[in-house]
Protein backbone atom coordinates (compact mmCIF):
# COMPACT_ATOMS: atom_id res chain seq x y z
CA UNK A 1 0.00 0.00 0.00
CA UNK A 2 0.85 3.31 -0.69
CA UNK A 3 -0.01 6.26 0.97
CA UNK A 4 0.50 10.13 -0.17
CA UNK A 5 -1.09 13.11 0.24
CA UNK A 6 -4.08 11.64 0.90
CA UNK A 7 -4.08 9.23 -1.66
CA UNK A 8 -4.21 5.44 -1.37
CA UNK A 9 -2.88 2.77 -4.04
CA UNK A 10 -3.20 -0.87 -2.61
CA UNK A 11 -3.15 -3.87 -4.22
CA UNK A 12 -5.35 -6.44 -2.44
CA UNK A 13 -5.23 -10.06 -3.19
CA UNK A 14 -8.69 -11.93 -3.90
CA UNK A 15 -10.03 -15.71 -3.25
CA UNK A 16 -9.80 -17.07 -6.78
CA UNK A 17 -7.94 -15.78 -10.09
CA UNK A 18 -8.78 -12.07 -9.67
CA UNK A 19 -7.26 -9.14 -7.87
CA UNK A 20 -8.08 -5.87 -6.97
CA UNK A 21 -6.41 -2.71 -7.30
CA UNK A 22 -8.28 0.16 -5.07
CA UNK A 23 -7.36 3.70 -5.44
CA UNK A 24 -8.80 6.08 -3.01
CA UNK A 25 -8.72 9.87 -2.60
CA UNK A 26 -9.80 10.03 1.86
CA UNK A 27 -13.13 8.66 1.18
CA UNK A 28 -15.07 7.43 -1.40
CA UNK A 29 -13.25 4.18 -2.16
CA UNK A 30 -13.05 3.36 -5.92
CA UNK A 31 -12.09 0.14 -7.28
CA UNK A 32 -11.41 -0.88 -10.39
CA UNK A 33 -11.21 -4.79 -10.61
CA UNK A 34 -8.59 -6.18 -12.97
CA UNK A 35 -9.00 -10.14 -14.15
CA UNK A 36 -8.81 -12.92 -16.12
CA UNK A 37 -11.31 -11.19 -18.64
CA UNK A 38 -8.71 -8.54 -19.94
CA UNK A 39 -6.80 -11.61 -21.74
CA UNK A 40 -10.18 -12.21 -23.94
CA UNK A 41 -9.73 -8.97 -25.48
CA UNK A 42 -6.29 -9.65 -26.54
CA UNK A 43 -7.99 -12.96 -28.45
CA UNK A 44 -10.85 -11.72 -29.99
CA UNK A 45 -10.72 -10.25 -33.36
CA UNK A 46 -12.70 -10.70 -37.00
CA UNK A 47 -12.33 -14.17 -36.95
CA UNK A 48 -12.68 -15.06 -33.25
CA UNK A 49 -15.80 -14.15 -31.42
CA UNK A 50 -15.77 -15.80 -27.92
CA UNK A 51 -12.86 -16.70 -26.05
CA UNK A 52 -12.44 -17.90 -22.10
CA UNK A 53 -9.82 -19.06 -19.30
CA UNK A 54 -10.52 -22.14 -17.32
CA UNK A 55 -8.04 -23.53 -15.05
CA UNK A 56 -6.59 -27.17 -15.73
CA UNK A 57 -8.41 -27.93 -12.50
CA UNK A 58 -11.98 -27.38 -14.37
CA UNK A 59 -11.98 -23.36 -12.24
CA UNK A 60 -13.63 -20.69 -14.28
CA UNK A 61 -11.17 -17.88 -14.49
CA UNK A 62 -13.13 -15.83 -16.94
CA UNK A 63 -16.33 -14.46 -15.87
CA UNK A 64 -19.86 -13.42 -18.12
CA UNK A 65 -18.86 -10.15 -16.93
CA UNK A 66 -17.36 -9.65 -20.15
CA UNK A 67 -19.65 -9.39 -24.04
CA UNK A 68 -17.25 -11.92 -25.44
CA UNK A 69 -16.31 -14.64 -23.00
CA UNK A 70 -17.18 -17.85 -23.85
CA UNK A 71 -20.18 -19.63 -21.36
CA UNK A 72 -18.50 -22.54 -20.48
CA UNK A 73 -20.31 -24.55 -17.86
CA UNK A 74 -18.81 -25.86 -14.36
CA UNK A 75 -19.15 -29.14 -15.86
CA UNK A 76 -17.59 -28.66 -18.92
CA UNK A 77 -15.01 -26.82 -17.70
CA UNK A 78 -14.45 -29.66 -15.37
CA UNK A 79 -14.24 -32.14 -17.93
CA UNK A 80 -12.31 -29.56 -19.94
CA UNK A 81 -9.56 -29.61 -17.34
CA UNK A 82 -9.25 -33.59 -16.62
CA UNK A 83 -9.05 -34.33 -20.51
CA UNK A 84 -5.60 -31.60 -20.43
CA UNK A 85 -4.42 -33.13 -17.80
CA UNK A 86 -4.32 -36.42 -20.04
CA UNK A 87 -0.32 -36.46 -21.13
CA UNK A 88 -1.81 -37.90 -24.84
CA UNK A 89 -5.05 -35.94 -24.65
CA UNK A 90 -7.34 -39.02 -25.77
CA UNK A 91 -10.57 -38.23 -24.14
CA UNK A 92 -11.10 -35.43 -26.98
CA UNK A 93 -9.75 -37.78 -29.46
CA UNK A 94 -12.66 -40.25 -27.98
CA UNK A 95 -15.46 -37.86 -26.83
CA UNK A 96 -14.88 -34.92 -28.65
CA UNK A 97 -14.21 -31.11 -27.22
CA UNK A 98 -18.02 -29.97 -25.27
CA UNK A 99 -18.20 -25.95 -24.52
CA UNK A 100 -21.32 -24.42 -24.11
CA UNK A 101 -23.61 -27.11 -24.72
CA UNK A 102 -21.82 -27.85 -28.16
CA UNK A 103 -19.90 -30.96 -29.05
CA UNK A 104 -16.64 -30.51 -31.55
CA UNK A 105 -15.02 -32.89 -33.60
CA UNK A 106 -10.92 -33.02 -32.53
CA UNK A 107 -9.06 -32.10 -35.54
CA UNK A 108 -5.68 -32.14 -34.12
CA UNK A 109 -4.33 -32.95 -30.77
CA UNK A 110 -0.44 -31.56 -30.59
CA UNK A 111 1.72 -32.41 -28.09
CA UNK A 112 5.51 -31.85 -27.02
CA UNK A 113 7.75 -29.99 -24.47
CA UNK A 114 7.01 -26.11 -25.82
CA UNK A 115 3.21 -26.84 -26.78
CA UNK A 116 0.01 -28.46 -25.58
CA UNK A 117 -2.93 -27.32 -28.44
CA UNK A 118 -5.86 -29.08 -29.47
CA UNK A 119 -7.74 -27.56 -32.94
CA UNK A 120 -11.38 -28.90 -33.13
CA UNK A 121 -13.99 -28.15 -35.49
CA UNK A 122 -18.19 -28.15 -35.70
CA UNK A 123 -19.65 -28.26 -38.96
CA UNK A 124 -22.00 -25.03 -39.18
CA UNK A 125 -20.65 -23.70 -36.07
CA UNK A 126 -16.47 -22.69 -36.04
CA UNK A 127 -13.64 -23.70 -34.87
CA UNK A 128 -12.32 -24.17 -31.54
CA UNK A 129 -8.46 -23.30 -30.32
CA UNK A 130 -6.97 -24.64 -27.45
CA UNK A 131 -3.53 -23.95 -26.00
CA UNK A 132 -2.64 -25.61 -22.12
CA UNK A 133 0.16 -24.38 -20.06
CA UNK A 134 1.43 -25.07 -16.31
CA UNK A 135 -2.05 -23.77 -14.69
CA UNK A 136 -4.58 -22.67 -17.60
CA UNK A 137 -6.19 -23.41 -20.39
CA UNK A 138 -7.06 -20.92 -23.09
CA UNK A 139 -9.69 -21.62 -25.36
CA UNK A 140 -11.38 -19.47 -28.85
CA UNK A 141 -13.64 -20.27 -30.32
CA UNK A 142 -13.26 -19.31 -34.23
CA UNK A 143 -17.11 -18.43 -36.58
CA UNK A 144 -18.21 -21.04 -39.33
CA UNK A 145 -16.60 -19.79 -42.72
CA UNK A 146 -13.48 -18.26 -40.98
CA UNK A 147 -10.18 -18.87 -40.84
CA UNK A 148 -9.02 -20.20 -37.49
CA UNK A 149 -5.08 -19.41 -38.09
CA UNK A 150 -5.64 -16.27 -36.57
CA UNK A 151 -7.41 -17.50 -33.42
CA UNK A 152 -4.90 -20.31 -33.27
CA UNK A 153 -2.21 -17.95 -33.20
CA UNK A 154 -3.60 -15.04 -30.62
CA UNK A 155 -4.56 -18.22 -28.16
CA UNK A 156 -0.59 -19.38 -28.84
CA UNK A 157 0.31 -16.01 -27.87
CA UNK A 158 -1.27 -15.68 -24.74
CA UNK A 159 -0.77 -19.78 -23.45
CA UNK A 160 2.80 -18.43 -24.20
CA UNK A 161 2.87 -15.02 -22.42
CA UNK A 162 0.99 -17.13 -19.12
CA UNK A 163 3.95 -19.82 -19.65
CA UNK A 164 6.85 -17.49 -19.48
CA UNK A 165 5.16 -15.84 -17.05
CA UNK A 166 4.82 -19.65 -14.95
CA UNK A 167 1.13 -19.50 -15.34
Known sequence: VLREN?????????????????FSRSTPLLTNIMSWNNYIDRIISSKCDKAAIIGIDGSLWTTNNHPNNWNITASEASVIGKAVSDPNLTVFQQSGIIVDGVKYECLRAELNSDNK?????KKDDGFISIQITKTAVIIAHTKEGESHGDTAVAVEQIASYLGQSGI
Request: hydrophobic letters at 40%; zero cysteines.
Open 117 to 121: MVLGK
Open 6 to 22: NITIGFVPNSGHNSHLL
